[in-house]
């Protein structure tokens, strides 16, 4: 059984930073590609950054220069370090095996501006 669980959100002024992680339990992770997604209030889920099995990144264009995914094998975790925060990253934040369905149960990442 895969399972993904988030941690790491919360509220923060704006300008701040946060840095989320995702344990993945299973035997898969160093086989697979990770990402990162977030869902605005009321808008659609949308990618926000992704690591391949080998460790290549790839950022949206407003995850550039302040967002950094990052993975330990060793620990099955998937980290999400966020700086410069804006009100606009408010969301609720996933985890993801890249072309997979399995999906953690996101964790709340609020911007005060």
């Known amino acids: 059984q895969v399972q993904l669980v988030e941690s790491g959100g919360g509220l923060v002024q704006a300008g701040g930073s946060l840095r989320l992680s995702c344990a993945a339990s299973?035997?898969?992770?160093?086989?697979?590609?990770l990402d990162w997604y977030r869902q605005p209030p009321g808008k659609q889920r949308e990618l926000v950054a992704s690591?391949?099995?080998?460790?290549?990144?790839y950022y949206v264009n407003a995850a550039k220069g302040r967002f950094t995914i990052s993975r330990d094998n060793a620990k099955n975790t998937v980290f999400l370090q966020m700086n410069s925060l804006k009100a606009e990253d408010t969301a609720v934040y996933y985890c993801?095996?890249?072309?997979?369905?399995?999906w953690g149960q996101g964790t709340q990442v609020t911007v005060s501006s």
């Open positions: 993801h095996f890249t072309g997979s369905n399995f």
């Open positions: 299973g035997n898969i992770f160093s086989a697979y590609g």
């Open positions: 690591i391949s099995s080998g460790g290549t990144t």
